[in-house]
């Protein structure tokens, strides 16, 4: 393909230097899980997003997974989500042993439809999981008041919203956990999968250095504030191998620092789209007002979908079907007994959706390419 999703080349050459005596460093120092990188780099992450706590993880999964289980959520319980999201997003519901629920979404934002959750919520929620789905906030306001209301967490799924802004404040300072993805292609994606994260609560934070190294008492660093003697740590519950290595967090740690750059890049890219698909009447994501999206990529609605993907990739340009089909119609779930016309927004979205690149590696004379010939599919 001529133009692409995402460019993991142009970034690591970008930082080519940077990351190879990175990369070296670890692998000399022989810490290459939980070493010196790692405390740095959640320290530092919380301090961007504005927040206490951060906890790396291996992969974005994971992130949801354990910041469920620090909640005590498990069987009998429900959670309530979307169902246009990528399928870790259920599937970490489901690996808790409770039961996913899942909302409709609006239309313009297309993430959780504050007024639908009310209505899902029985005695058994424990939790409402929104979506920033493309790095769009969703609207937390009014899913948080709805939070305090019925005494249940808010859990953000920021997989692929890293840096996005909402009313002022960064997506991972605003709900009790918040859990990010830092695989290749993510808004801060290393050289490898990973996850961060976030929390004000001292007391899950705690709970999730235990979940994530095999359920032991004893925090799992190797570094200078970590050193001394090595004795038995007790394991105090059931927990899992879920640490991110060194390597992961050295890459993101020089990354982490120019997130706020590429994400201006980001929204350059999604204003040209937007002006230019607005003179065609074409309709895409918007994010709420006073917020600033990272824009992983820039989501257009199109009902002949289908034929404008396959023309573009006739031409060399890559465009995603991200994410169809939606969670509730997947194989996966089909005991769960939703069917078509359960969530019709989410299903119109699902039918409609076309991801277009907008990294921050693509030229000028590219992103003019891209809006061009969509519109010319038309």
Known sequence: ?????????????????????????????????????????????????????????????????????????????????????????????????????????????????????????????????????????????????????????????????????????????????????????????????????????????????????????????????SMGPKWPSDTIEIGYNERIDSIQAAVLRIRLPQLDELSVRRREIAEIYSKGFEKVGVRYQQPPPDSEAVWRVFTVLLPDRDRVHAGLHAVGIESSLAYVPADHLDVCYRDLGYRPGSLPETEVFCNELLALPCHPYMSNAEIDEVLTTVVELL
């Open 1 to 225: 393909m001529r133009i692409r999703m995402y460019d993991n080349v142009a970034q690591y050459l970008s930082d080519k230097e940077a990351i190879d005596a990175a990369v070296l460093s670890v692998l000399e120092s022989g810490e290459l899980v939980m070493g010196p990188d790692v405390r740095a780099l959640e320290e530092e992450f919380a301090a961007y997003c504005g927040t206490n706590y951060a906890v790396g993880v291996t992969s974005g999964t994971s992130a949801l997974l354990l910041a469920l289980r620090a909640l005590g959520i498990g069987e009998g319980d429900e959670v309530i989500t979307v169902a246009n999201s990528d399928i870790p997003t259920s599937q970490a519901v489901t690996l808790t042993g409770a039961k996913v629920v899942w909302v409709d979404i609006e239309p313009i934002g297309c993430n959780m439809d504050p007024d639908q959750i009310e209505a899902a919520i029985t005695p058994k929620t424990r939790a409402i999981l929104p979506v920033h789905l493309h790095g769009v906030p969703a609207d937390l306001d009014p899913i948080l008041k709805i939070s305090e209301k019925y005494d249940v967490a808010v859990v953000d799924d920021a997989a692929l919203a890293a840096g996005a802004r909402y009313r002022g404040n960064r997506i991972g300072s605003l709900g009790s956990l918040t859990a990010f993805s830092t695989a290749p292609g993510k808004i801060l994606g290393g050289i490898g999968s990973g996850g961060l994260i976030t929390t004000e609560d001292r007391s899950l934070y705690n709970r999730l250095n235990t979940l994530r190294h095999y359920g032991r008492e004893d925090p799992p660093y190797r570094d200078k504030q």
